[in-house]
């Protein structure tokens, strides 16, 4: 009996371990791990993905405005529901940082990943919208600008040294994340931006309007904007 309880224990801790983990471990990972926990699975390889950025407006004049503690309490209030819009529609979040995410949607399936993706940033605008008609007059409303990529990237662990030590992190490397990140910087006022690739993925779905070229930092062609219509 005594043998049993100390196994169970074991089991109780690892679960417990896994739990606070999971916190902290792209869900995408946590999923290939159980899967295939001794293969090769994290390697990283070339998948089509749509990569979504997410930026918060004026973040740095809001954080000059209010606490640190009334502004994390905002940020999670906020963010606790892009989450659930996110993994809705199959949305891995990548990186966060003090205002804004990364998330990819690695389906191997073109059109679905970026729907995935349109879906996931119009359910945030709409969410995003109720909770600022929902806060009294003394509360902030945050405005939140999007930009979404699509194409082939390489996916998968990339290992980072430093003076410090080794550090590991799972993302989505090339120039399909470059140019997300590019155009949802370009965004404004709540805007979706998509990019040519997105925007033709998606168009027969949702209705999408050019906006026009734009020369990008570091990227050596013009990128065809799109954005996103009600």
Do not use: C
């Not at 940082?97 to 359910?123: C, H, I, Q, W």
């Not at 997300?180 to 931006?193: C, D, K, N, Q």
């Not at 779905?205 to 904007?225: A, Q």
């Amino acid at each position: 009996l005594s043998e049993l309880q100390a196994a169970m224990r074991k089991v109780e801790i690892l679960e417990s371990v896994k739990a606070n983990l999971s916190k902290f471990v792209p869900t995408a990972v946590t999923r290939m791990i159980e899967k295939s926990p001794t293969s090769d699975i994290l390697d990283a390889r070339e998948r089509d993905v749509s990569v979504l950025f997410l930026d918060i407006e004026g973040y740095t004049k809001l954080s000059e405005r209010i606490g640190v503690a009334e502004l994390n309490e905002l940020i999670e209030k906020y963010f606790s529901v892009f989450m659930e819009a996110i993994y809705a529609n199959d949305g891995d979040v990548n990186e966060t940082a003090g205002d804004g995410l990364m998330v990819l949607f690695p389906s191997e399936d073109k059109t679905t990943n970026a729907l995935n993706a349109v879906r996931a940033a119009l359910t945030i605008r709409e969410k995003a919208a109720i909770i600022n008609k929902e806060n009294d007059a003394a509360s902030e409303s945050l405005v939140i600008n999007m930009g979404i990529n699509s194409g082939v990237a390489l996916l998968g662990a990339a290992k980072f040294e430093s003076l410090t030590g080794s550090r590991w992190t799972y993302t989505a490397r090339g120039m399909v994340t470059n140019v997300a990140a590019r155009i949802g910087a370009l965004a404004s006022e709540g805007t979706i931006h998509l990019s040519r690739s997105t925007a033709d993925r998606v168009k027969d779905h949702f209705l999408v309007k050019s906006k026009g070229g734009f020369r990008l930092k570091n990227v050596s062609e013009e990128v065809e904007i799109f954005t996103l219509q009600e």
